[in-house]
């Protein structure tokens, strides 16, 4: 039996908090991975035919979802009802150009926890990133 000395200190890899981007093109993930990096998130863009057609999501330890509304030939809306209907909760911030106020309203309702609004603020996504996905949100 081999005893470790009492000196000895265990260090512990850094908690990583992965969140999920959906979308249908990949124009975010880039520079959203690298201002989330360095504060503790990994970001992994997959594409929206992915979550509609495929249930890996139940698979996975997703601390939250960026999600687009606005995709091209796929509704946002439908990614949402996938999440409940297969009882998924993560929590889901949505983007959105905000020419459909309805949507984003009917979003929330179908459980999206935030929104934020086209052209991007940075920082404010940064900010909901922390306060919804963060370790204090885990």
Known sequence: ???????????????????LMI?????IPGPLREKLTPIGFDVVWVNVLAILTD???KRAEFGGIIMNLDMR????IAVLERLQEQHIDIPVI???????????????????RD??????????????????????SA
């Open 1 to 19: 039996m081999s005893v470790e000395p009492h000196n000895f200190v265990r260090k512990q890899p850094a908690m990583r908090h992965l969140i």
């Open 23 to 27: 979308d249908n093109e990949f124009e």
């Open 55 to 57: 249930q890996w999501l």
């Open 73 to 76: 030939d796929h509704c946002g």
């Open 94 to 112: 949505v983007i959105s150009s905000g020419s459909n106020s309805e949507e984003l309203e009917e979003a929330i309702r179908r459980g999206a």
């Open 115 to 136: 929104y934020l609004l086209k052209p991007i603020n940075t920082q404010l996504l940064l900010e909901k990133c922390l306060r919804y996905f963060g370790p204090a």
